[in-house]
């Protein structure tokens, strides 16, 4: 059975619930604290494999004591791991994160000191025919792009059905990140990355990544759909001949946990768009209604 590969960094989630984000130089008292693992792709593969999907995770370990954790989470929930590569004396990638139970909010305060990330030649050993989806944080723009020209050239005159799709998340605030978006057949402009485009809100910041998709040389590829989450105010997406559509967010009772809700806004997305591919309509409108319903929860096994 083909399956989807992730490929992104994997992280070592470090949470402290606290009643009210502290000031400078407080001591304070958490409620709650606990680890999981996190990273972007590494949270969307956790909600795909809890909808039923099998998933592949392309990372990069070490020896640092902590993916022990990560690795038996991973191996506990069949996320295929056969791929990833091992570095010696390379610390894990950590984010603190402070959880604030008045207002919902997370706050990540996140390293990746030493360890690597994914290189062409790790992608190289994944046999793509395994494959009916790869999704791609965008990290170093070099080794990402001959990945995802590694599967252009595996699609050529392949049927339909047998070609891999491409989806792109644009989140990292760097600009050069945007040279990828060439070879993606779905793209999900985050609103930190929207933001260094110059835009406020999440119809002026889609239309603008239309129009460098339609008329900058550097960006050109017609064939890509739009996504754009943004927060309270729910996604909007283009579809390849110019629709727009909207979704507003579909909130929760009570908000506890909003850390990797756009991670699960993109599984909801994949999870919609692997089903129904032309209906991006109903991809946002599932990727809101799964990222309101996760909210109200810690972690993502409520997602099921
Ligand atoms: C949430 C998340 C966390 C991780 C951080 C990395 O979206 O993936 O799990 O610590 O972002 O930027």
Known sequence: MRKILLVGECVLDIIQIVETFPK?????????????????????STVLTNLGLNCELLTTFSNDKMFVFIIEDLKDRDIEIKNCRYYENCNIPLSTVLLSKDTGYRTIIHTNKNLPHVKFEDFDKCDLSEYYWVHFEARSVPETTRMMKKIKDFNEGKAESDKIKISLELEKKRDENMLLIKYADVAILGRDFAEILGCNDKKTAIYKLRDMTMNDDRYKNKNCMLICPWGKDGACALDLEGNFFESPIYPCETTVDTLGAGDTFTAGILYSLIKDFNNIQ????????LAGYKCGFYGYDCVK
């Open 24 to 44: 400078e130089d407080d001591d304070v008292r958490s409620v709650h604290a606990y680890h999981q693992r996190g990273g972007n792709a590494s949270n969307s």
């Open 282 to 289: 109903q991809a946002i409108h599932n990727g809101c209604k």
